[in-house]
């Protein structure tokens, strides 16, 4: 995909390296934690301004904001603002804190709507593997918002209008994924870092206190007919079991299952597997986000 807004600085006599646009504001605090920084790219236009909010991958245990972000210009340039945000990493902060943090971040943006520009009703996320898992869970559940909050942030709601995710984790339960992928999955360090343990044989030491942290955190498992749509981009490596740790925690299979309880509950869900299934409107997540986001309803 070409970078519409790229800038080019030259380094040495007949080379030139590409950079993608500053953000209008860097390392914004949405947050009392150090990880609670934002990065934001308003887009040109009249009027408030739709917003991709781009949550990092890493299995919650490594990654930034800086770094693997999807190309800012198809956004921008069709006048969709961008934010890309930091959390809280597992093991030390182990769920909910990652999740939650994203769905703070969510809530300060539209908070701070008027000053940024931001149309509340026309946000969308976008996220690969962990960040993809975070915005599907974000997408599917009910609203955070407490209205007796005394935080006004928290006051504020954390629904959204569609995300469009690549490679994420419709479950996290480690009985589930491992009767969908063989045991290879479970040697992920997303599965027992995500509760604050360094292996699944701790995890299994002490199972009934992880088991409502796994279902809760499982986005499959907050599907209905009312939900926002989705869009799903995943890998064609669909042969099982899993190979491997890596293969498992992004197996196509993830977005199948949850494909399979949209559409049973009427769901708009889009599913991309390379050769194996794809959608009938859109060539990519991207495309689907542009056209959510820049709808007048």
Request: proline share 9%.
């Amino acid at each position: 995909m070409v970078f519409a807004l790229l800038q080019s600085v030259p380094t040495l006599p007949g080379v030139c390296v590409a950079m993608e646009p500053q953000p209008d504001r860097a390392d914004v605090a949405y947050g009392p934690h150090e990880r609670h920084l934002l990065d934001f790219w308003r887009a040109a236009g009249t009027g408030p301004r739709p917003l991709v909010v781009i949550i990092h991958g890493g299995g919650w245990i490594k990654g930034d904001k800086g770094l693997k972000r999807p190309p800012l210009a198809p956004f921008l340039d069709r006048g969709i603002s961008v934010a890309a945000i930091n959390y809280r990493l597992a093991p030390e902060h182990p769920l909910p804190a990652p999740v939650h943090d994203a769905a703070r971040a969510i809530q300060f943006l539209r908070w701070k709507g008027e000053a940024l520009g931001i149309d509340p009703d026309r946000i969308g996320l976008t996220g690969t593997s962990a960040g993809a898992c975070t915005s599907m869970w974000l997408l599917l559940h009910d609203d955070l918002a407490d209205p007796t909050a005394a935080d006004p942030v928290l006051r504020t709601s954390t629904r959204v209008r569609a995300a469009a995710v690549s490679v994420g984790q419709t479950s996290i339960d480690p009985d589930v994924i491992e009767s969908w992928l063989g045991p290879a999955v479970l040697e992920h360090p997303m599965i027992f870092s995500a509760v604050g343990e360094s292996s699944m044989a701790e995890v299994r030491a002490v199972a009934d206190r992880h088991r409502a942290i796994y279902e809760e955190f499982s986005p499959i498992n907050h599907v209905d007919g009312d939900d926002p749509p989705l869009f799903m981009a995943c890998s064609a490596e669909m042969d099982l079991p899993a190979r491997s740790s890596g293969h498992g925690i992004h197996h196509p299979l993830h977005g199948v299952k949850l494909k399979e309880r949209s559409d049973a509950v009427g769901h708009e869900c889009h599913l991309l597997v390379p050769g194996w299934s794809e959608s009938k409107r859109y060539a990519d997540g991207t495309e689907f986000l542009i056209d959510k986001l820049n709808r007048s309803e």
